[in-house]
């Protein structure tokens, strides 16, 4: 098969017996094609019949595939993306989780879109992500990045903090509330979604800002162009133990008068979909939408 991809890593749901099965399907049915395959270290020990010489850790995958593919839910590609978005690696996912709104493939039957995706017949998105950094007395204390959403909270459900909201320097608004989402196009329809905030369709170079519960009624979620910095400042009354979660995998800790800055990475993520990909198809069925009239 004449293919873009040559080496194709298998990342996947560890413990999970469905994504053990489609991994393996998927590394049986990558081989006959001719394919030199590589699985991420965490799942492949757990499946029968891997060599353990395609065994690679995350980031060794990232640099030696052209394409990887994430077989789990979204929180599986999530974590995978945060890693795989520091190389030129294209991404895919089978779905093995509830929603998948970035994991396209039917692991029922997932062959003959993947062979058309291999013949180099897909649909490619460049996504961005968020960075994320901790500021304390104006030295740089931690950072991450988020795919989806960066998450101002407290430890403590229900509690709530005070803080700034600044847009580059540009002083916005001041807030009691349980905290705030700072959201991706790609987090629009996550978390964000869930606390009221705007779909965000993927080509959009924009974030939302998403208030947690205000202790207002004229507070509303806040488009704002990726090109410019969301910077939080956290009041020093604050009492709470006080924290930012990336993709509610990563959590950075915080202390009254720190800074939270969010801005759009320079990486991106190479999201690849089949032919036959819609977004807004992808919405409605996710969300339930009604179907067309005529």
């Known amino acids: ?29 990558l081989q006959a094609l001719g394919f030199e395959v590589l699985v991420e270290e965490r799942v492949g020990q757990q499946i029968d019949y891997i060599d353990n010489n395609c065994l690679r850790g995350l980031v ?8 990887a593919i994430v077989v789990g839910g979204d929180g599986n590609m999530l974590g995978a993306a945060r890693v795989l978005s520091r190389f030129d690696v294209a991404v895919i996912g089978v779905n093995r989780g509830n929603l998948g709104f970035l994991t396209d493939l039917n692991p029922d039957g997932f062959e003959a879109s993947l062979e058309q995706v291999l013949r180099g017949e897909f649909i490619e998105e460049s996504r961005f992500l968020l960075e994320v950094e901790v500021y304390r007395h104006a030295e ?11 998450v101002l909270h407290a430890d403590k459900v229900a509690h709530m903090i005070e803080f700034e909201a600044f847009i580059d320097d540009d002083f916005v ?8 989402i700072v959201c991706t196009p790609t987090g629009s329809t996550a978390y964000s979604l869930s606390g009221g905030g705007p779909i965000l369709t993927p080509e959009l170079n924009a974030m939302a800002m998403v208030p947690m519960f205000p202790h207002t009624l004229s507070s509303r979620p806040l488009v704002v162009d990726a090109d410019k910095s969301i910077r939080l400042k956290l009041s020093l009354e604050n009492s709470a133990s006080l924290q930012v979660s990336c993709d509610s995998h990563v959590v950075l800790a915080l202390l009254p008068g720190d800074e939270v800055v969010v801005r759009k990475a ?9 032919k036959s990909y819609s977004y807004y198809n992808v919405l409605r069925q996710k969300l339930n939408w009604g179907s067309r009239l005529f």
């Open 266 to 274: 320079d990486r991106k993520l190479r999201l690849i979909h089949p």
């Open 60 to 67: 060794e995958l990232g640099e030696q595939a052209d394409l």
């Open 1 to 29: 098969m004449t293919s873009p991809f040559k080496t194709i890593g298998l990342i996947g749901k560890p413990n999970h017996d469905g994504a053990a099965m489609t991994l393996h399907r998927l590394y049986t049915f």
């Open 140 to 150: 740089l204390k931690s950072a991450n990045a988020a795919v989806n959403e960066a």
């Open 173 to 180: 608004f001041s807030q009691r509330s349980d905290g705030l």
